[in-house]
């Protein structure tokens, strides 16, 4: 996952995400590398559109993907592609958010062994790919602040004078170093890759960019060639590829640090725009200015409040009325209390009488007693005993056991 990615996590908010947002996050987390991929398949579904722009998907024996070439890569397609024409094409992958897709963007496309310079860019491709120079855990991050950038280009060329334009425009203060080589040629490649090792020996540059304006791709062939990937992929200096326009591409931007669709773009990649962080250190200073008048403010505020409250005014009268205040509230909890103990006692003589008055010794003390067997059963009916039995007779104080002699029924 990049550390662009914007995911909210649930300490961050406590509503659902909306759609718009899993979209943007899962934008971001496939497009922060930047990466560019090199796909083959087939063509289907070709649509070209009024505006254009080109719709298509590329598709193998198993899967298939989207695809989309901007009018702009449009213009540049050498070949006439077709339904069912097999292609090899540069692209990236985008996020069509109102979609909620992915699809291929793509920047070069040709037919499958078109040309030999095509072959041999692809042969050579594939095989630094395996051995990892396009790894992007090789790739260098540029420094936070960058004062002194060396250029490998050549110096009459545009592709030169647009970098010092548009670094010098963006800082005042950043440095330019150029080692001027050929960028077309035979001699071209083995030039630029000694310029790289000679900026890294120098090793007084914070990156380096280099590149050339746009052209065929035998003009921009010098950038295809194995002795500048390795040169790239051994620089100890972050480097920026800078090659051709928007649209070209070369074995040097899949290997280098960064890859910038054109020479102006890569200073401005490279440089960071000095108005810009003035602007930004200006409003940070206004929203610190702004925090401490707010905060100084609150404090004259809560001052000018405390020494104008009746505590400070007048403090004895303050504490007298307080220590009153508490005696008023011990009587009345002392007068409370009492009242309350009162009831209750008046309460449970009351359930202690009517107890004692359904209390059964209440009733022996009448001259009544209470028969029961020697088992302890009371005695509620002459026909349950028979003579001879003995009883146990319960007074009021005392009991006494006795026999029975005679029984005389009561009639009915």
């Given at each position: ?288 200015s702004y925090s401490c008048r707010s905060y100084f403010q ?49 309460l449970i003589n009351g359930m202690g009488l009517r107890l ?57």
């Amino acid at each position: 996952m990049s550390e662009n990615t914007i995911f909210l996590t649930p300490q961050e908010s406590q509503r659902p995400y909306t759609i718009s947002e899993i979209n943007q996050g899962i934008a971001l987390a496939i497009e922060s590398s930047n990466n560019l991929v090199w796909i083959e398949g087939e063509i289907s579904n070709w649509k070209p559109s009024s505006s254009g722009h080109i719709y298509f998907r590329l598709k193998d024996s198993e899967s298939q993907i989207p695809a989309v070439i901007w009018r702009s890569a449009a213009a540049q397609i050498k070949c006439k592609p077709k339904d069912g024409m097999a292609v090899i094409a540069i692209g990236s992958i985008r996020v069509y958010q109102k979609g909620g897709y992915y699809q291929l963007d793509i920047h070069r496309i040709q037919e499958v062994g078109s040309g030999a310079l095509n072959e041999a860019f692809e042969k050579l491709k594939n095989r630094l790919h395996k051995e990892g120079l396009f790894a992007p855990e090789h790739k260098r991050p540029l420094p936070e602040t960058i004062r002194r950038i060396g250029v490998i280009t050549s110096k009459r060329g545009a592709a030169f004078k647009d970098i010092v334009r548009v670094a010098t425009s963006r800082s005042t203060q950043v440095e330019i170093v150029l080692i001027d080589v050929l960028v077309q040629g035979e001699k071209a490649a083995p030039e630029i890759a000694k310029a790289i090792r000679t900026m890294n020996e120098y090793n007084n540059v914070d990156c380096i960019i280099t590149g050339r304006g746009g052209g065929s791709i035998e003009d921009l062939w010098a950038f295809n060639e194995e002795i500048v990937a390795r040169a790239i992929y051994d620089s100890r200096i972050p480097v920026i590829s800078a090659v051709g326009h928007e649209i070209d591409f070369t074995i040097a931007d899949f290997v280098a640090d960064f890859r910038a669709p054109t020479p102006s773009a890569a200073a401005e990649i490279a440089v960071c725009d000095q108005k810009e962080r003035e602007r930004y250190f200006k409003t940070q200073l206004e929203r610190f200015s702004y925090s401490c008048r707010s905060y100084f403010q609150s404090v004259i505020k809560n001052y000018d409040s405390c020494i104008s409250s009746s505590a400070l005014r007048r403090p004895v009268k303050y504490f007298l009325e307080n220590m009153q205040y508490q005696d008023e509230l011990e009587s009345k909890f002392t007068e409370r209390t009492a009242q309350l103990l009162k009831s209750y006692k008046t309460l449970i003589n009351g359930m202690g009488l009517r107890l004692n008055a359904l209390s059964p010794l209440n009733i022996l003390s009448r001259g009544y007693s209470v028969v029961s067997t020697a088992e302890g059963v009371v005695v509620k009916d002459a026909d349950t005993i028979q003579s001879g039995n003995s009883v146990k007779i319960r007074f009021q104080r005392g009991s006494a056991e006795a026999v029975i002699t005679g029984i005389e029924p009561i009639d009915r």
